[in-house]
């Protein structure tokens, strides 16, 4: 169910994650996902935040004005 319209049409797709650290932008396309077909809110299982987290804190110590990262390509 959606935590935004509260309709049941989510779908597995995959989307690109995003976030703003120190004045640096992280991106990671390819993330699987379930979006709502309604909204088009995202939410990420309890299995693909945890490996966000951990992509994002290890491109910290390395960190660029732009970091783009394959979700799918990183092992």
Same mark, same amino acid.
């Given at each position: ?12 797709? @995959?989307?690109t994650f995003t ?7 992280? +991106?990671?396309?390819? $993330? ?14 309890d299995e693909v @935040? ?11 110590? +390395?960190?660029?004005? $732009? ?9």
């Open positions: 169910m959606c935590n935004s319209c509260f309709r049941d049409d989510k779908i597995n797709t @995959s989307t976030v703003e650290y120190k004045g640096c932008i992280i +991106v990671i396309k390819n $993330v699987p996902c379930l979006e709502c077909q309604i909204c088009g809110e995202t939410t990420f299982s @935040s945890e490996r966000l987290e951990k992509l994002v804190n290890s491109v910290k110590s +390395v960190l660029q004005e $732009v970091s783009v990262i394959d979700y799918l390509k990183v092992a």
